[in-house]
């Protein structure tokens, strides 16, 4: 049932008006002139936005979520299960999603389907959206019969990426947000602060030791160069935004994301996890081998292990083992390197890099839980630190001018 708006005449010609519910705008104006009003004007219904939703239609079309996704799979594997009509899903799930940018891109995958094209190549089309790994999943799960196991895969594979990037997310959020606090301790102390320590200091005419004169003339420097400090910094971001999305940036900051203390060896597992999940399940679904590598070069989200992952393929194209690239490429460690080699000789590599993919999730999984223990050490020794330089740069003059006054 829709809701119509509806403005009439009563008997008495006294003008109406009001909302109704009917199946269509005959139905509203048969009930009108059922109760004597006589319709002047019927039509549906807006419903009203809140401010939220106003504020996300002025911010332009937002690109889906990873939630988004697999939610959007599980819906496919169900509707499909129920056996219900391809394009009649994609219609239902364009017209119940909120997500402006994956309503539209639903409708023209639907609007492709009718056209006659299959269902992965319309998703092809949309590749900011769904990844080569999600599209060569599908289309296997065409060419086999099977496309509500292939979404019921994904819905999985991407809720497991999706649950291990929230978590290593929530783990950085602590330490984040202590270096933000830091950083605006650090400006408005040497901004407000220390320039009147320094007026104190300089009346006094004592002598200044280094932590003194060096926390004065840091001060110096910021009040003194203040817009130039911010202009420096904003470009220095813009600039290394731009180089990130060079070829050359991307591949060099995935690489030294690897390297980062802590974090990097977290970030590094997390993706190889996340690789041999995607490769099993690629596998799996029967994808070729040497396919398979390169949807997953693509899929681990750093072009650094990707190229890794380019040069196992390349080797296996030459004829060679795949567990002997693997070793080449200095990815693994022993104990996944012998899974890969037990696993090609019995045939079930899939098997095996689901054993790989779930002890990675499990490392992955304790070092989060691990991590603000961590990383709480080293926030402590910089929050010392700079309390400790502040404290001697300030209270030693002090200490100084107390004992002139008093003679000693």
């Not at 109704?20 to 004597?36: D, K, P, Y």
């Amino acid at each position: 049932m829709t809701t119509y708006q509806y403005r009439g005449r009563g008997r008495r010609g006294d003008l109406l008006e009001g909302a109704l519910e009917a199946a269509s705008t005959e139905a509203v104006a048969r009930q009108l002139m059922n109760s004597g009003i006589t319709p002047i004007d019927i039509r549906e219904a807006r419903p009203r936005e809140d401010v939220f939703e106003s504020l996300r239609r002025l911010r332009g079309p937002v690109a889906p979520e990873l939630s988004e996704l697999v939610l959007l799979s599980r819906q496919m594997y169900t509707l499909m299960k129920a056996g219900v009509p391809l394009a009649q899903a994609l219609l239902g799930l364009a017209k119940s999603n909120r997500n402006d940018m994956l309503r539209e891109v639903l409708e023209n995958i639907k609007a492709t389907v009718e056209g006659g094209r299959e269902l992965s190549a319309a998703l092809a089309q949309h590749p900011k959206i769904f990844s080569s790994l999600y599209v060569n999943t599908v289309k296997i799960g065409e060419n086999t019969g099977r496309l509500d196991e292939a979404f019921l895969r994904l819905s999985e594979y991407l809720d497991r990426d999706r649950d291990t990037r929230s978590r290593i997310k929530t783990a950085l959020r602590y330490p984040s947000f202590v270096l933000v606090a830091i950083s605006i301790a650090i400006g408005v102390i040497n901004v407000m602060v220390i320039p009147q320590f320094a007026k104190i200091f300089e009346r006094a005419h004592v002598a200044l030791p280094l932590p003194t004169r060096l926390i004065i003339g840091t001060s110096n420097f910021f009040v003194s160069w203040w817009p130039a400090v911010i202009a420096l910094v904003i470009g220095a971001a813009v600039g290394f935004q731009v180089w990130r999305r060079t070829e050359e940036g991307t591949y060099r900051w995935d690489g030294f994301k690897l390297r980062i203390p802590i974090v990097g060896d977290i970030i590094y597992r997390a993706t190889l996890g996340r690789f041999a999940r995607g490769f099993a399940m690629a596998l799996a679904a029967g994808v070729p081998l040497t396919q398979a590598l390169s949807i997953m070069a693509q899929a681990v989200d750093n072009e650094y292990i990707g190229e890794r992952i380019r040069n196992i393929r390349t080797g296996v194209e030459r004829g060679e083992s795949l567990t002997r690239t693997a070793t080449a490429t200095g990815m693994f460690t022993p104990l996944v390197l012998q899974m890969l080699a037990v696993g090609e000789e019995a045939g079930a590599i899939d098997t095996l890099l689901t054993e790989v993919a779930g002890f990675y999730e499990r490392e992955v999984d304790y070092d989060v839980k691990n991590l603000s223990q961590a990383i709480e050490p080293i926030l402590i020794a910089v929050l010392a630190g700079f309390v400790l330089i502040f404290a001697l740069g300030v209270f030693l003059p002090l200490w100084d001018l107390a004992l002139v006054k008093t003679g000693g």
